[in-house]
């Protein structure tokens, strides 16, 4: 059995008598308390150091950078200009849309001899507004004939005629006004060449084996969407077949 006198004090009192007994916070000397605080601080110091000579260096030309509070300056289209050097009137990849189409009729003549490419075109549109030009697509043709007439079959005299290859525009100047709410009909004639390259009216061929150079193909390929660009509301956005 254990002696009373051999228990800890936080339960007798040294007479044996019983005691209460309330905790006490264990001192820490004030030696290691410095050397505690020290380390804190010396570590904070550490720290504060390395992050100042690992940050990044300054960048001088990140302040000569963009300056997102200034307008934003849109660039115009270059300058459109036709082949014979004349400033071309419309600089627009899109086609006026006052002209509306409202039938055409096409007519091809190939040469199967020369692969000289003859056509004519004929397209009956309606004016939304007062205009004296026309534009609309070509590519790779030679016009011979462009003929104007209003709805009495009158011919209406153009003054100059004019290509940009770039958007693949030919323009047209008129010399009176087309008037809104009027019909009229573009004639055109033109000559071309067959093609080779599987683009438009093209041709195909091969030679046997016995030397023999003999027709594979012969078809269109690509006229729908050649004729939209020449023809469709010369404007480029509606489209009625006649």
Sequence with gaps: MLDACSLPPTV?????????????????????????????????????LIIAFVRPSHCGHVEEGLDFHQD????????????NGEPFPWNDVRLPDFIVPLRYSVVL???????????????????????NFIV???????????????????????TRMLYY???RQIYIELKNYLMPGNNYSLALRYEDMV???????????????????RLSHWRCCCCRPARKRLLRNINGEKWREG
């Excluded at 264990?26 to 504060?48: M, Y």
């Excluded at 934003?72 to 082949?83: C, N, R």
């Excluded at 003549?109 to 205009?131: D, I, S, Y």
């Design 165 to 167: 290859p770039y958007h």
């Design 136 to 158: 609309f697509h070509g590519k790779d043709v030679t016009l011979t004939v462009v003929m104007v007439r209003d709805k009495n079959m009158r011919e209406i005299m153009t």
């Design 109 to 131: 003549h190939p040469n199967l001899t020369t692969l000289l490419l003859r056509g004519q075109m004929e397209v009956v549109f309606a004016v939304q507004k007062e205009t």
């Design 72 to 83: 934003v300056t849109v660039t115009p289209p270059p300058k459109a200009i036709a082949t």
């Design 12 to 48: 007798f009192a040294p007479c044996g008598e019983l005691m209460h007994y309330e905790p006490t916070w264990r001192r820490v000397p004030r030696k290691q308390a410095v050397f505690i605080i020290g380390l804190i601080l010396t570590t904070l110091l550490t720290c504060s």
């Design 195 to 213: 093609r080779t390259d599987l683009e438009g009216l093209y041709i195909s061929s091969y030679k046997s084996p016995g030397g023999v150079k």
